[in-house]
Nanobody, 123 residues
Framework: QVQLVESGGGLVQAGGSLRISCAASGRTFSSYAMAWFRQAPGKEREFVAA????????YYADSVKGRFTISRDDALNTVFLQMNSLKPDDTAVYYCAANPGWPGRSLGGYRYWGQGTQVTVSS
């Protein structure tokens, strides 16, 4: 079984930066895709960023492109989301997801999910 645990969320001022982490335990293969989604109150969960486990292919939502970066640390089996130039609209619960394949931006294509970490951007 693959377990995902997010951390690093918190309160940050608009224009600031924050890095959140997703630690994977259990068996994770090099072919697993990793992704970040987010959900704001009253809104549907939306795609943020995704990458093959090797990092060879990445995708970003238009709303975060140029501001957010997805990366990984192979030794720690951890995926990161570096968030820069944060806006109040970025406020949401951020979820980590993984899948033994490449579903890309598709929420329904990811098999494993974390419990989420809250990111709040003040105006």
């Amino acid at each position: 079984q693959v377990q995902l645990v997010e951390s690093g969320g918190g309160l940050v001022q608009a224009g600031g930066s924050l890095r959140i982490s997703c630690a994977a335990s259990g068996r994770t293969f090099s072919s697993y895709a990793m992704a970040w989604f987010r959900q704001a109150p009253g809104k549907e969960r939306e795609f943020v960023a995704a990458s093959t486990w090797s990092g060879g292919t990445t995708y970003y939502a238009d709303s975060v492109k140029g501001r957010f970066t997805i990366s990984r640390d192979d030794a720690l089996n951890t995926v990161f989301l570096q968030m820069n130039s944060l806006k109040p609209d970025d406020t949401a619960v951020y979820y980590c997801a993984a899948n033994p394949g490449w579903p890309g931006r598709s929420l329904g294509g990811y098999r494993y999910w974390g419990q989420g970490t809250q990111v709040t951007v003040s105006s």
